[in-house]
């Protein structure tokens, strides 16, 4: 197995063009939401939102609260709220705190929505964009809010391309966008972040190495839920690799001579994490 960390430069053509896209579609929104996975709220926070929506009100969505651990959403929660930010946390799957976004979108716009109707605009339609890296949950977080299917929604990185407006009953438009990567990771860290949540294609990762790193993390940080599912105990200062073997073993995972099949524990290990299997586990800290 390879030990150097991961380089991941993923920046296909088609996410050029929507951020082209946004930019030109941006003067007919008034306010932008973001998409984010609440496991990994900084890694999944695209940068360039920050330029294409400068001057836009903003909402962030915390989605896959359900697998996150309240207790880390709770910080950032209040960590983003300080920034500035609206805050609303999602599971899309359940569909638990969807229903609060329409309420959320009329406070977010108030001093707006009061302006306008000064002016005589009563009723005016709110449009918002919808933004967020590839595989948040964007599209399942639109479709609940619609209460149909609306927006394609895909387990891959990448299955929105083009961009489609949405009517959602009360006068809110929503302006659907396809998920964006921005073009250099800033650290190998945000790399294995999204990697580990399946932002990033497995395709084109060292699997094994990227598991590992996982594990190292899961042993640090989460060590109980390790030993609860693989029934392995971290040891302190245990290298990933060797927890690795040593789950694969547990598992039964040999392949000739008795050795283990690293490939397929980080398989398993990869999706068990990103089923949430493992529990309610956050990778990152405000």
């Known amino acids: ?13 088609h996410m050029k063009k929507a951020v082209r896209m946004m930019e030109d579609s941006l003067k007919l929104v008034d306010a932008v939401v973001e998409v984010r996975d609440a496991r990994i709220p900084e890694s999944s926070r695209n940068p360039d939102i920050d330029r294409l929506a400068e001057g836009k009100p903003r ?16 910080m950032w929660r209040r ?6 930010l609206a ?13 609060g976004f329409a309420a959320a979108a009329r406070k977010l716009l108030a001093d ?3 302006s306008w109707e000064a002016k005589g605009q009563v009723g005016r339609q709110l449009r918002f964009m919808v933004l967020g890296i590839p595989n948040v949950g964007k599209s399942s977080f639109i479709n609940r809010i619609a209460g149909r299917k609306v927006a394609e929604a895909g387990d891959r990185p990448g299955v929105t391309r083009g961009k489609q407006w949405i009517s959602l009953n009360g006068g809110i438009q929503l ?4 998920g964006i990567l921005w073009p250099k990771l800033d650290t190998p860290q945000t790399g294995l972040a999204l990697s580990w949540t399946g932002a990033i294609n ?19 940080d989460y060590p109980t839920a390790v030993e609860e599912r693989y029934r392995v105990a971290p040891e302190e200062n245990e290298e990933g690799y060797e927890l690795l073997q040593r789950l694969g073993r547990k598992r039964g995972f040999l392949i000739s001579g008795g050795e283990v099949d690293t ?3 980080s398989r398993i290990l990869l999706d068990e994490y990103r089923g949430g299997k493992l529990g309610r586990i956050s990778l990152e800290r405000p």
């Open 59 to 74: 909402m962030v969505v915390l989605n896959r609260v359900d697998q996150a651990d309240p207790n880390v959403t709770a």
């Open 202 to 220: 497995d395709e084109i990762l060292d699997r094994e190495l990227v598991a590992c790193r996982l594990l190292e993390q899961l042993a640090r």
């Open 263 to 265: 490939e397929r524990m």
């Open 79 to 84: 960590a983003l709220e300080q920034q500035g």
């Open 1 to 13: 197995m390879s030990t150097n960390e991961p380089k991941i430069n993923w920046y296909p053509g």
């Open 175 to 178: 302006l659907d966008t396809p």
């Open 87 to 99: 805050v609303l946390e999602t599971d899309c799957k359940s569909g638990k705190g969807v229903n």
């Open 112 to 114: 707006r929505i009061e």
